[in-house]
Structure formats: structure tokens, C-alpha cells
């Protein structure tokens, strides 16, 4: 596989699972985790031990049934909840404790009513703490994305020394531009000793739609890690979507990046999550989306059957999606129109089609789309009058 990898970090049963009314119980989670696993992501962040026995529960079974991804559970920068996450984990093959704190000012100030100092040394100490129960120890800065950098180095330098061995970035607010992100993460490459001990993660929100420019604005910056979840789900306007970054590293092989991810299944999970989340996907989401690979402007169309590429980036099949569809509608043109007639088995010349799409474009007026059910009529029609 050419070029390096990048470690696909997946948050759909943790950051996912926050967003109100998606909630999903121990058997569900269990359903996902094994589908994310075949889908071949490389951590899957399972829950938040301490916050429930609910999760307790889940990710305790969730390490009993993966058997390659590694498994890992949320905790705060609190010795209690390190204790509850390391016990959950116990039933895991390969664990992971992810820990942290805020570390802008706005939670250091407003949320722990604390100093830079007292933050820097909570955050070393959770990381040594952590260490006793598993090798494999992430360190959350949250609220990177608005922590003053000179510090942010700081901190990410003494939970290095303490023992981190990936670093994760969030911009929990999705307040960063891309470059803003990208130069954060430069910073902290050509700043921080020792950083090269550590994979330093990106784990970006959507609040300004930015979240895949960031994660990726990350990558090209040194990070090894995207932190994501299947249909982008999440707090407020949701995380990094998975299948999103997945597919830029795929499309833009020449960056020299790779992902394990298998493509294929990435159309079949988001359903399966969106089923079992009760969350629908928007149909304009790239990738997933029930439009992604529609077409229904006239101009559109007859390109697209001329050569799918003129249109089309990525082939449906490639991601597992159902196929490209043309969309019948008022502003489509003869060429989709013959095109759809001749599927029907209605062999018609120019001049046919000629009369026929005038009488398509009054129906097209009346109705959003065009189905075969119109067609059929319109052919009978035409036959009639023949
Ligand atoms: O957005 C965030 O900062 C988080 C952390 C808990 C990793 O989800
Ligand atoms: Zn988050």
C-alpha cells in the first residue's frame, strides 16, 4: 500500500451517540461495533464507562466480541474514572484509555475555576495514572482548537513525557478554519519534544461544516489519526464524517495517505446506523446521501451518459451505493428522457422524442419527479395517436 497510514478513529458509539434521541442499548452498540470492525476502522471508542452502568455495560461487551480494532473508553482527567474506564476495558484484546481535560481558557477559567498550571499538571498526572491499566494511553486536549498554541505545546509535551502515545487535537467547538488547523498542528510538530513518540490525533466538530477540511488540514500537517463518526453524527452539527475523510484520502491518493477502510461498506453501515439511530441521513450528504449520485439537470445528464465522469467523482459501486440515477424532472432533457424510455424498452428516433418531451415537460410541471408510471402513460399515449 503506498503512502502512510492514517489510523481511522471511530466515535460513532461515544460523540455519535450524544446527539439527543439517538441512544442506542448494549445489543445495538454490540451490532455496530462488529459492523465498524468489519468495515475496518483501527479504534473504536466504545463509551463512556463511568457515566452510566448502561455504558459500563456496553463497552465491557464491546471488548468481549472485537477481536482486531482496539477497543477504548472515554474518561475524564479523574483518577475514579480512569479506574472505571481500565475495568471496563478488561474484557478487551487490545485496549485503549482515552483521557483528558479542557485546556482553552474558557474551560479552564469558566468550567474549572483553575490556572494553565494546575490544568498542565491534572492532565500529566491522569495520563501516569492511566498508564497502570494499559500501554496504549490518548491524551484529549479539549478544546484545543481555541488553546492558545504556546501552552497547547506545553501540555502536549508533559503527557508525552507521562506516557500518551496518541494526542488528540479536538477543535470541540468547531470554531477553526482549515488553515487555523492545520497550522495548529504544524505547530505542535515542530514545537513539542518528543512528538514523534506519540500519534497525534484530529477529532474536529461540524458547528461551521468545516470538520472534513480540518481533519484532513490535520493529516497534511503531520497528524496519523481522524476521529470521526459514520454519518457525521454528534454533538450539535456532529463530528467529522467517516466515510467523508475516508473517500478524500481515497480520491486524493497523490496526498500519499492511506486508510484500511473498506470502501464497499461504507453506504451499507450508514444505513445501518441511520436505521438504528433513527436518524435519517440528509439526502444531500456527500457520500451516503440518497442524491450523491443523482443527476437531474438536463445539462448534467447528458453529460453523465455520455461519460459517468463528467459528473461523477466516485463510482457508486466503489463506496456500496445502490448506482448512479438519473432523476427525471422539469429541468431534465431529451437525452435522459430517451435514455429512460429506451430502458423501458421504448425504442423512439429524434423526431419521437421530440414530440414526446413536450408532453413530458407538461407532466414534469405538475409533479416534483417523473416516474416510470408517466412515462408508460405517455408512450401509451403517444402510440395512440400514432
Ligand atoms: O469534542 C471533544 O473535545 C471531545 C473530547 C471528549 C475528546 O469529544
Ligand atoms: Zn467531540
Not at 130 to 137: C, E
Not at 165 to 179: F, Q, R, S
Not at 257 to 281: F, G, W
Not at 324 to 343: D, M, Y
Request: a negative charge; glycine letters at 8%; proline letters at 3%.
Amino acid at each position: 500500500m503506498p503512502g502512510q497510514k492514517v489510523y481511522i478513529f471511530d466515535t460513532t458509539l461515544r460523540d455519535g451517540e450524544q446527539v439527543p434521541g439517538c441512544k442506542l442499548n448494549t445489543t445495538e452498540k454490540i451490532e455496530i461495533a462488529l459492523a465498524l470492525e468489519a468495515l475496518g476502522v483501527d479504534i473504536i471508542e466504545a463509551g463512556f464507562p463511568i457515566s452510566s452502568p448502561g455504558d459500563f455495560q456496553s463497552v465491557h461487551e464491546i471488548g468481549k466480541v472485537v477481536k482486531n480494532a482496539v477497543v477504548c473508553g472515554l474518561s475524564r482527567a479523574v483518577q475514579k474514572d480512569i479506574e472505571v474506564a481500565a475495568e471496563a476495558l478488561q474484557s478487551a484484546k487490545r485496549k485503549r484509555i482515552h483521557t483528558g481535560i479542557g485546556t482553552s481558557d474558557y474551560h479552564i477559567k469558566s468550567k474549572f475555576n483553575s490556572t494553565r498550571e494546575d490544568i498542565l499538571e491534572r492532565a500529566a498526572q491522569a495520563v501516569k495514572w492511566a498508564r497502570n491499566f494499559t500501554d496504549d494511553v490518548e491524551f484529549y486536549a479539549e478544546d484545543a482548537g481555541r488553546t492558545d498554541n504556546e501552552y497547547l505545546a506545553r501540555v502536549v509535551e508533559a503527557v508525552i513525557a507521562a506516557g500518551a502515545t496518541t494526542v488528540n487535537i479536538p477543535d470541540t467547538t468547531g470554531y477553526c478554519l482549515p488553515h487555523q488547523y492545520g497550522e495548529k498542528i504544524a505547530f505542535l510538530v515542530n514545537n513539542v519534544r518528543n512528538i514523534d513518540k506519540a500519534v497525534i490525533s484530529c477529532h474536529c466538530h461540524n458547528d461551521l461544516g468545516l470538520a472534513t477540511a480540518n481533519s484532513i488540514a490535520g493529516v497534511i500537517s503531520g497528524a496519523r489519526q481522524i476521529e470521526c463518526t459514520i454519518n457525521g453524527l454528534g454533538e450539535r452539527a456532529g463530528n467529522t464524517s467517516l466515510e467523508e475523510v475516508v473517500m478524500v484520502i481515497k480520491q486524493h491518493s497523490t496526498l500519499g495517505y492511506y486508510t484500511d477502510i473498506n470502501a464497499k461498506q461504507l453506504n451499507p453501515l450508514s444505513r445501518l446506523v441511520s436505521d438504528t439511530m433513527r436518524m435519517p441521513v440528509q439526502p444531500n450528504k456527500a457520500i451516503v446521501g440518497a442524491n450523491a449520485f443523482s443527476h437531474s439537470s438536463g445539462i448534467h445528464q447528458d453529460g453523465f451518459l455520455k461519460d459517468a465522469q463528467t459528473y461523477e467523482i466516485i463510482n457508486p459501486e466503489e463506496v456500496g451505493a445502490d448506482g448512479s440515477k438519473i432523476v427525471l424532472t422539469a429541468r431534465s432533457g431529451r437525452s435522459a428522457l430517451a435514455h429512460r424510455f429506451q430502458k423501458l424498452g421504448f425504442m423512439y428516433n429524434r423526431n419521437d422524442i421530440d414530440v414526446l418531451y413536450e408532453q413530458f415537460l407538461k407532466v414534469a410541471d405538475r409533479k416534483k419527479e417523473v416516474g416510470d408510471e408517466d412515462l408508460q402513460g405517455l408512450a401509451h399515449q403517444y402510440q395512440e395517436r400514432a
